[in-house]
């Protein structure tokens, strides 16, 4: 897996802006990453990302994919390749922008998930789903909102919400999976890439 870091200055942001009738959303930077892995028909994406946003000067943007990105048109990228090792750890501290719904058990229908304490409560039951236990006091959960943007004449409407915190890997070869294939839905527009930064034991009882 290669991990990357696209990044755009300020005088960038404002080129893309123009170029795209004063708008830099969600769907933007999709089109921006999507750029990166030219896909030929039939063939599915193979990266994750995260607009990580950024200060007055530049915006960040994480992307994890399976193939080295190309050299964007706007911007300048950093690319460098995971060490398997790095996959190994027992625990990890962890940020993800995840999608949270729920699928309505009479109507089907998928429904947001949007108060604090279901949104903990959803992220902790689907953990073991991912691989990894959440550490008890851990978790915490910032940044909610909700992303609108017109994607192809349609509006989409994605809520967000970013869950941190530390885990304790369960399932080894899952926690990998999902690590390489990112977390719920929403992927194609930034949601799902886990980041994890790998911690000792001693650290996580402290």
């Given at each position: 897996m290669i991990a990357s870091v696209l990044c755009i200055s300020r005088e960038q942001y404002q080129q893309i802006r123009d170029m795209n009738q004063g708008v830099f959303d969600?769907?933007?930077?999709?089109?921006?990453?999507?750029?990166?892995?030219?896909?030929?028909?039939?063939?599915?994406?193979?990266?994750l990302f995260v607009h990580k946003g950024g200060n007055f000067s530049e915006k960040r943007i994480?992307?994890?994919?399976?193939?080295?990105?190309?050299?964007?048109?706007?911007?300048?990228?950093?690319?460098?390749?995971i060490p398997a090792l790095f996959l190994e750890q027992e625990y990890y501290g962890f940020e993800v922008q995840m999608n949270p719904v729920r699928r309505d058990n009479k109507t089907g229908k998928i429904i947001p998930v949007t108060e604090k304490e279901k949104l903990l409560t959803w992220f902790t039951e689907k953990a073991p789903s991912f691989g990894f236990s959440v550490i008890p006091?851990?978790?915490?959960?910032?940044?909610?909102?909700?992303?609108?943007?017109?994607?192809?004449?349609?509006?989409?409407v994605l809520g967000k919400a970013?869950?941190?915190?530390?885990?304790?890997?369960?399932?080894?070869?899952?926690?990998?999976?999902?690590?390489?294939?990112?977390?719920g839905k929403g992927k194609a527009f930034g949601f799902g890439l886990l980041q994890v930064v790998p911690l000792d034991k001693a650290s996580v009882d402290a």
């Open positions: 969600t769907y933007t930077v999709h089109k921006l990453i999507y750029s990166l892995f030219p896909l030929e028909e039939g063939e599915t994406r193979r990266f994480l992307i994890l994919s399976h193939d080295k990105p190309l050299d964007p048109e706007y911007g300048s990228i950093e690319s460098k390749e006091g851990s978790l915490s959960v910032g940044n909610t909102d909700v992303l609108q943007f017109e994607k192809e004449k349609k509006h989409v970013v869950f941190t915190g530390r885990l304790h890997v369960t399932d080894q070869q899952l926690f990998v999976h999902s690590f390489e294939n990112g977390l």
